[in-house]
């Protein structure tokens, strides 16, 4: 029997969708995907095709034949979130370990809460994490293949990061920052255009889709403490241009903890998470076992979103 449920008023009505929020999210994530396919090529194109369609697959699997309700598939949201980690993952990538991040972000991390909306962690970074732990060799893997316009033989090299973590200062010496913002060498489709993905950022800003307050207080927060720590001692702490430009901190702080669903509802809220997330990426570059912290910051982070938006709230509608 179909029910009609009616909730007390006021009742706001929006043509934002879903489908067209994560339709414009995907929009915005094009600069960046169309980087990284020329700087890798075609090998890149296929982590991302394959990690794109897998997720939507299984989610479709998923829905149809567990929970057998069609409301609950939403095919852009998983297209949003085979992207976001295909765009976490190294170029040379088995296929087989995309699949199976791409099974524990949809299957584990998303729709084992109850599907789009109700997921505590964000399952692409969820998912990178798990393939972390799980394959090391395999997701540290920074080979440099051939691209379109990297038409070279295949290089291996650590990220700028890495060398940071094995050499220290000395061997990030000499970095050049606009290579940095245009062209970063190594590391995974979403370390590689700063530029790329902050017009993608400025694109959602624009179609007001996200606030840009948890972006900018990731961005200041990594910015004063490296600022603060390479005064006291430039000869063995990073500066911020450093360490705003370089690994996935731009793709984390402009696409990731902006999601909807795991990050806080209020202003305020999302302030505090994202100065969370900045302090937690830099204690982790600079003291951690990891050479990179975005990830571990985004998730341990997800994990407060529920106590943020019992301690901040927005102003109710028509209360002043």
Same mark, same amino acid.
């Given at each position: 029997?179909?029910?009609?449920?009616?909730?007390?008023?006021?009742?706001?009505?929006?043509?934002?969708?879903?489908?067209?929020?994560?339709?414009?999210?995907?929009?915005?994530?094009?600069?960046?995907?169309?980087?990284?396919?020329?700087?890798?090529?075609?090998?890149?194109?296929?982590?991302?095709?394959?990690?794109?369609?897998?997720?939507?697959?299984?989610?479709?699997?998923?829905?149809?034949?567990?929970?057998?309700?069609?409301?609950?598939?939403?095919?852009?949201?998983?297209?949003?979130?085979?992207?976001?980690?295909?765009?976490?993952?190294?170029?040379?990538?088995?296929?087989?370990?995309?699949?199976?991040?791409?099974?524990?972000?949809?299957?584990?991390?998303?729709?084992?809460?109850?599907?789009?909306?109700?997921?505590?962690?964000? =399952?692409?970074?969820?998912?990178?994490?798990?393939? %972390? #732990?799980?394959?090391?060799?395999? @997701?540290?893997?920074?080979? !440099? *293949?051939?691209?379109?316009?990297?038409?070279?033989?295949?290089?291996?090299?650590?990220?700028?990061?890495?060398?940071?973590?094995?050499?220290?200062?000395?061997?990030?010496?000499?970095?050049?920052?606009?290579?940095?913002?245009?062209?970063?060498?190594?590391?995974?489709?979403?370390?590689?255009?700063?530029?790329?993905?902050?017009?993608?950022?400025?694109?959602?800003?624009?179609?007001?889709?996200?606030?840009?307050?948890?972006?900018?207080?990731?961005?200041?927060?990594?910015?004063?403490?490296?600022?603060?720590?390479?005064?006291?001692?430039?000869?063995?702490?990073?500066? =911020?241009?450093?360490?705003?430009?370089?690994?996935? %901190? #731009?793709?984390?702080?402009?696409? @990731?903890?902006?999601?909807? !669903? *795991?990050?806080?509802?209020?202003?305020?809220?999302?302030?505090?998470?994202?100065?969370?997330?900045?302090?937690?990426?830099?204690?982790?570059?600079?003291?951690?076992?990891?050479?990179?912290?975005?990830?571990?910051?985004?998730?341990?982070?997800?994990?407060?979103?529920?106590?943020?938006?019992?301690?901040?709230?927005?102003?109710?509608?028509?209360?002043?």
């Amino acid at each position: 029997m179909n029910r009609m449920l009616v909730s007390p008023s006021p009742h706001v009505h929006a043509k934002a969708s879903t489908s067209r929020i994560m339709g414009e999210v995907c929009i915005a994530l094009m600069p960046a995907i169309v980087v990284s396919v020329l700087f890798y090529g075609w090998s890149e194109l296929l982590v991302l095709a394959l990690a794109a369609v897998s997720c939507v697959a299984f989610e479709w699997a998923i829905t149809k034949f567990l929970f057998k309700e069609k409301g609950r598939f939403c095919g852009a949201s998983a297209l949003v979130t085979g992207l976001l980690l295909a765009m976490n993952l190294p170029v040379t990538t088995p296929w087989w370990v995309v699949l199976i991040g791409s099974l524990f972000a949809i299957g584990v991390v998303k729709m084992s809460f109850g599907g789009l909306g109700q997921n505590v962690f964000n =399952p692409a970074i969820a998912a990178r994490i798990f393939l %972390l #732990v799980s394959f090391p060799a395999y @997701m540290t893997d920074w080979t !440099v *293949t051939p691209g379109f316009i990297h038409a070279t033989d295949a290089v291996s090299g650590a990220t700028l990061l890495g060398q940071y973590a094995e050499g220290g200062m000395a061997a990030v010496q000499g970095v050049d920052y606009l290579q940095t913002l245009f062209f970063n060498i190594g590391g995974s489709a979403g370390e590689i255009s700063a530029l790329a993905l902050l017009a993608g950022f400025v694109y959602l800003l624009c179609r007001r889709i996200v606030k840009p307050w948890i972006t900018l207080s990731i961005f200041a927060t990594v910015a004063v403490i490296s600022f603060i720590f390479n005064m006291i001692d430039p000869a063995t702490y990073t500066g =911020p241009l450093f360490n705003l430009l370089t690994g996935g %901190l #731009v793709l984390g702080a402009c696409f @990731m903890a902006t999601d909807y !669903v *795991t990050s806080p509802m209020s202003n305020w809220g999302g302030v505090i998470y994202g100065i969370g997330i900045g302090f937690i990426v830099m204690m982790i570059r600079y003291f951690g076992a990891y050479p990179e912290g975005v990830s571990f910051a985004i998730l341990i982070m997800n994990m407060t979103v529920p106590f943020l938006n019992k301690w901040f709230h927005q102003k109710k509608y028509g209360r002043k």
